[in-house]
């Protein structure tokens, strides 16, 4: 009757309204990811010239530069998502600035490519892997 169909659209409604809502939770949390990604992607890229420095002083003097200032490297602030970019034994160290990996550090480290080309390992010690690329994941 009348009452079976009534709890029958009840039960639909409620079975709508928990299916959009897990829909929202997953949504939320892939979106989540995706913003940490592009903060770690952002830092991968500011680190570019740092690696580029460490590159030439090696081409030149066929060693690694001990320091930003051997390198002949400057970090220039204005990138939102990393805090500061050193090099240390040619070893270029990105701080990031951003919530959620506020401080967290991806860590290129130069090795030589056979060739006497520098080619670039990545890592890092305190961000969770599923946030960085695939290359970067120990």
């Not at 990105?94 to 401080?103: F, G, L, Q, S, T």
């Amino acid at each position: 009757g009348g009452t079976s169909r009534v709890a029958l659209f009840i039960l639909i409604g409620i079975a709508m309204t928990l299916t959009l809502a897990v829909l929202a939770v997953v949504a939320v949390a892939a979106y989540h990811d995706y913003r940490v990604r592009t903060q770690i992607t952002d830092g991968l890229n500011a680190a570019a010239t740092a690696k580029r420095a460490v590159a030439e002083t090696y081409a030149e003097t066929g060693t690694l530069p001990a320091d930003n200032a051997a390198a002949g490297y400057t970090f220039r602030d204005g990138n939102a998502n990393v805090r500061d970019i050193q090099i240390a034994d040619g070893i270029v160290t990105v701080r990031m600035a951003a919530e959620p990996v506020a401080d967290g550090t991806l860590v290129l480290e130069p090795f030589d490519g056979g060739d006497g080309a520098i080619e670039w390992g990545c890592y890092s010690p305190d961000i969770e892997a599923n946030y960085l690329p695939t290359d970067c994941r120990e």
